[in-house]
């Protein structure tokens, strides 16, 4: 029956996956079993998911170092609040060793290119803060090739000062510092490259690798010296892309734009950016209409290092998400919907977990539950029911006190397990009602034994027997003993005369 199957799925390890919907369980059952352990239903879908072909797109294998070329450092500017960052972001765009080239009002695209008189580029990237870059690092992404640690040389190393240099180090990216606001009068960059010092960033010349540069962002003093140092530390790093072949990038900026719809700005890692190019990022796609440099102008192509804005998304990718070329339209449409799948999979196999756990759980309480009441069987179960009222029975019924609640003791015996169990089941609706209870002492099959007689005795109780047959001696013993002795092959008439032999032992109407 129904609440048996539960109770066995709830018991026992049920592996959904396994379930299939023309199992002999029926899928109300599973439902149930489901809806009950507080599980999500969904194993349909679930069977359906094993042995996916990976149809996701991936990076490409490191690059033949004969391909490689060097590419611009990108930059990262950090520090405490207040002490410059975006002061110096804004004299690097405007001053006049960025590049002019196009004349464009420089736009905020999320990054922007320097250009040094002597030719050598940076990349810049112009959101400052803890924030942006935390993001990135969250999703493994690391775009920064060095990071520009902005300390105020009137206000010291700070919170926020420690906490970036926590980050450089952890996600293993080398350290400018700035020192900044030199034009202020209390300015002490002295002291500012002595603070740095408990926090394990050596300077130059206190025999460390670290360049401190004395800027004035507001004033713009300094800038190409720290944009010099940059490119110093730029090239000791030896960083190297290959500009050949699918493009590889990152997301580090997005948004939806009125008159070109989802706009990204793209660092590119890997590869030569050119319009029509078929893009995925996350789970969206693009076919590059248009690209656009910070000055917002139309570009044709960006390489390794480069910032652009790329025009043609379906939908909006996140920032931080990695951008890959892919051969075709058809192919990009099919890694979007291979990842949505994914997600919805990966969602699945928590929910999976979870509702493992749930049945862990539950079937621990159940097994807890189970041992309490009934680690023997369900005919045990009585007896301790019987065991645990036992002292209801200390007495004779005689002797218990008139306040006590009249009770008949019974002991049942029946051929088969399902004829005492009948028994039992009309007895249990029945005495639920009566001012008398029926105390189901001892319950089993077979012929009335000694044993019996003597239990039924010893509790002043009756045996009703049902297709059971009593020995001569038997029927003497319970004879000689009093022990009222009743056998039937018809289960009504033994009902009957339990049902008058408990209304016996009701006082009498007055
Ligand atoms: P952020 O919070 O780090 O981005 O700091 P801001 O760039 O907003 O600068 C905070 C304040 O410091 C502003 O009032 C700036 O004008 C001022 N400031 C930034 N750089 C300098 C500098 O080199 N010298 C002086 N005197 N003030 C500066």
Not at 420 to 443: G, K, M, R
Request: net charge negative; glycine share 6%; proline share 5%.
């Amino acid at each position: 029956d129904f609440d048996h199957v539960l109770e066995a799925l709830l018991n026992t390890s049920v592996d959904l996956d396994s379930l299939e919907p023309h199992s002999v369980l029926e899928e109300r059952w599973i439902k149930e079993v489901v809806t009950r352990s507080g599980m999500k239903f969904r194993w349909a879908k679930l069977s359906e998911s094993k042995e996916r072909p990976n149809r996701d797109a991936h990076c490409r294998p490191p690059a033949d170092p004969a391909h490689l070329v060097s590419r611009p450092p990108v930059v990262t500017i950090m520090g405490h609040v207040d002490h410059g960052k975006t002061t110096l972001l804004d004299s690097l765009r405007k001053s006049q060793i960025v590049s002019t080239e196009a004349g464009g009002i420089t736009q905020h695209i999320g990054a922007f290119l320097v250009q040094l008189p002597t030719g050598e580029k940076i990349t810049f990237l112009d959101t400052p803060g803890h924030a942006a870059f935390s993001s990135m690092r969250a999703r493994g992404a690391n775009a920064t090739d060095i990071l520009i640690l902005v300390v105020a040389a009137d206000d010291g190393v700070m919170n926020q000062t420690v906490e970036s240099i926590q980050h450089a180090k952890r996600a293993k990216v080398p350290l400018i510092v700035a020192v900044n606001k030199c034009d202020k009068p209390q300015a002490d960059p002295q002291k500012v490259k002595q603070e740095l010092l408990a926090h394990d960033v050596v300077c130059e010349e206190f025999g460390g690798d670290v360049q401190a540069i004395h800027i004035s962002a507001l004033k713009g003093d300094n800038l190409l010296a720290l944009a010099e140092a940059t490119v110093t530390l730029a090239e000791v790093l030896e960083l190297k892309a290959d500009p050949s072949g699918p493009v590889e990038g990152l997301v580090i900026e997005s948004r939806t734009d009125k008159g070109r719809g989802p706009v990204t700005t793209a660092i590119i890692q890997r590869g030569t950016l050119k319009r029509g190019c078929v893009l995925v990022a996350g789970k969206s796609w693009a076919k590059v209409r248009f690209l656009f440099d910070e000055n917002g102008q139309a570009v044709t192509e960006a390489g390794p290092s480069a910032a652009v804005e790329v025009v043609g998304w379906k939908e909006l990718p996140s920032a931080g998400e990695s951008i890959l070329e892919v051969e075709s339209e058809q192919r990009a449409r099919e890694v979007v919907e291979w990842r949505s799948q994914e997600k919805e999979q990966q969602k699945l196999q928590e929910e999976q977990s979870a509702i493992e756990l749930k049945q862990k759980l539950h079937q621990e309480e159940y097994r807890q539950e189970r041992e309490r009441m009934t680690h023997l069987s369900w005919r045990q179960r009585r007896v301790a029911m019987y065991l645990a009222n036992k002292d209801k029975f200390s007495s004779r019924p005689s002797e218990r006190a008139q306040s006590e609640q009249l009770s008949l003791p019974l002991i049942i015996k029946g051929d088969v397990d399902g004829s005492v169990e009948a028994i039992l089941s009309i007895l249990d609706s029945y005495d639920a009602q009566q001012q008398c209870q029926l105390e189901v002492i001892h319950f089993g099959i077979g012929d009335i034994s000694e044993n019996d007689i003597n239990m039924a005795d010893t509790f002043r109780g009756s045996i009703y027997g049902f297709n059971v047959a009593a020995s001569r001696p038997i029927e003497q013993l319970a004879a000689k003993k009093g022990v009222p002795l009743r056998l039937h092959r018809v289960i009504y008439k033994l009902i009957d005369q339990l049902k008058d032999e408990l209304s016996s032992k009701l006082p009498p109407l007055v």
